[in-house]
């Protein structure tokens, strides 16, 4: 199926490893050229230097933090820059500390905030006027599993990406008769950095091994298995398609049938 990528710009927030650079890579390989963009300057060069060796498309890397607006704004601008515009915009972040409501302080509950809700905001609030001039754009933010089933001990992520499911169903409303769609895709468990790390504090936390923590996960989905990276890309890769063009306001979940809902 060809989706329509090729000639595309897309930038592509927190995407030197997990998710952000599994989808960087799928528009990569569909011809989409990239902007990305990581807070960690040795792992962003390296995901740039190996898309550009396996796709060939043109990529840039900005280091920033989505969670402070000026790098956001620097970000966007090096994408105009170096493209001259943005058509697709993939909203991510690294996901809030775990923790129970009385654990986590103002603090944290702020800083929360600005990662996981300002940064989807201020993204989409630098490239949708070009997207609107140009009668045509694609916004796709990652969220979580959270906001359909919440997830035990994460009450940050828990509140704040079901703000962004709100400000994202409201958008696409409001935007939809200019050929803009926003959707949100929802990870479940998926083999990544991210969801490593958190087996690795849960399982101390209950005196067991990360690989029988793991197994506890794998258990509790249908599949009997975490996701792959890979999976989850092909479906982002085909919401920000031309093929996509009629879905606007959705949320689909990639989670090997962990949701329980009918919806």
Known sequence: MDLGLRGKIALVAASSRGLGRAVAEELANEGASLILCARDAQALNKTKDDIVSQSGVQVIAVLADVSLPGDVKRVVDSGIEQFGRIDILVTNAGGPPAGKFEQLTLEQWEQAVRLTLFSAIELTRQVLPGMKARGWGRILNITSIAVKQPVENLILSNSLRAAVTGLARTLANEVAAEGITVNNILPGYTRTERVEDLAVMMAEKQGISAEEFKHRWEQEIPMRRLG???????????????RASYITGTSIQVDGGWIRSLL
């Open 228 to 242: 792959e990276p890979r999976e989850f890309a092909a479906l982002a890769a085909f919401l920000v398609s031309e």
